[in-house]
C-alpha cells in the first residue's frame, strides 16, 4: 500500500535551517510529484512547493522563494524541504503529499512539526 | 497570490444538505477546472474529498459532490452524517505551477 513516512519533530532556534525528509513506499517513487503542504497552530493549509521526483525540477509558493530547498533521492525513494531562515511563524505541520497532477492529492504523510520557539 | 475565500462556519442538521463555497478569480478558479477540496479532523492529515472540480476518489461517499460556476466552486454535502464534522478546504491551481488553499470552513453538525 502506498505510505509516505515522513521524519521526526524538530525544534529549531530562529535563524536556523530544517530539513523535513519523506520516504516513499508502495509505488513508484518517479512516477507522481511530492507537494509540501504546512500548517501553523490552529491555522489552515499553505502549499509551499512541489518537486517531481524523476527530474528533481520543483515549483514553489513565491512567498517560499530563496529559503526553501526542495530535493530527492530516488535510490531511497525519499525527498526533503529544507528551510531556511527560520522565524517564529514558521512554527506548523509540514505535510509531504503524493500528487497525480494539480488538483489530485491522495496520499498526505503523517506531518511532522517543526518547532521555533520566540 | 491570495488564499481562495472560504466561509469561516457552516452549519446542518443530520440529513440535511449544505454547501461550501470557495471564491478565487478569473485567473484561478475561473480559468482551470483544477479545483479539489480536502477533510480535515483535527489532529489528522487531509483527507482528499474531490479533485478536478466534480471527481470523487475511490472510497468516498457519493454524498459529497463539486461544481464550479464563474469564479467560485463549491462542495455539497447531502444526507449529513456526524462523522462528516470537520474542517473543509479547497485548493485551486493559479497557474505558472502554483496552487493555492481557500482559508477553510469548520462544519458542524448540530
Known amino acids: 500500500q502506498v505510505q509516505l513516512v515522513q521524519s521526526g519533530a524538530e525544534v529549531k532556534r530562529p535563524g536556523a535551517s530544517v530539513k523535513v525528509s519523506c520516504k516513499a513506499s508502495?509505488?513508484?517513487?518517479?512516477?507522481?510529484?511530492i507537494h509540501w503542504v504546512r500548517q501553523a497552530p490552529g491555522q489552515g493549509l499553505e502549499w509551499m512547493g512541489r518537486i517531481n521526483p524523476n527530474t528533481g525540477a520543483t515549483n514553489s509558493a513565491q512567498k517560499f522563494q530563496g529559503r526553501v530547498t526542495m530535493t530527492r533521492d530516488t535510490s531511497i525513494s525519499t525527498a526533503y524541504m529544507e528551510l531556511s531562515g527560520l522565524r517564529f511563524d514558521d512554527t506548523a505541520v509540514y505535510y509531504c503529499v503524493r500528487g497525480y497532477s494539480y488538483s489530485n492529492f491522495d496520499y498526505w504523510g503523517q506531518g511532522t512539526l517543526v518547532t521555533v520557539p520566540s | 497570490q491570495s488564499a481562495l475565500t472560504q466561509p469561516a462556519s457552516v452549519s446542518g442538521s443530520p440529513g440535511q444538505s449544505i454547501t461550501i463555497s470557495c471564491t478565487g478569480t478569473s485567473s484561478d478558479v475561473g480559468s482551470y477546472n483544477l479545483v479539489s477540496w480536502f477533510q480535515q479532523r483535527p489532529g489528522k492529515a487531509p483527507k482528499l474529498m474531490i479533485y478536478?472540480?466534480?471527481k470523487r476518489p475511490s472510497g468516498v461517499s457519493n454524498r459529497f459532490s463539486g461544481s464550479k460556476s464563474g469564479n467560485t466552486a463549491s462542495l455539497t454535502i447531502s444526507g449529513l452524517q456526524a462523522e462528516d464534522e470537520a474542517a473543509y478546504y479547497c485548493c485551486s491551481f493559479v497557474g505558472s505551477s502554483t496552487l493555492v488553499f481557500g482559508g477553510g470552513t469548520k462544519l458542524t453538525v448540530l
Open positions: 478536478d472540480v466534480s
Open positions: 508502495g509505488y513508484s517513487f518517479t512516477d507522481y510529484y
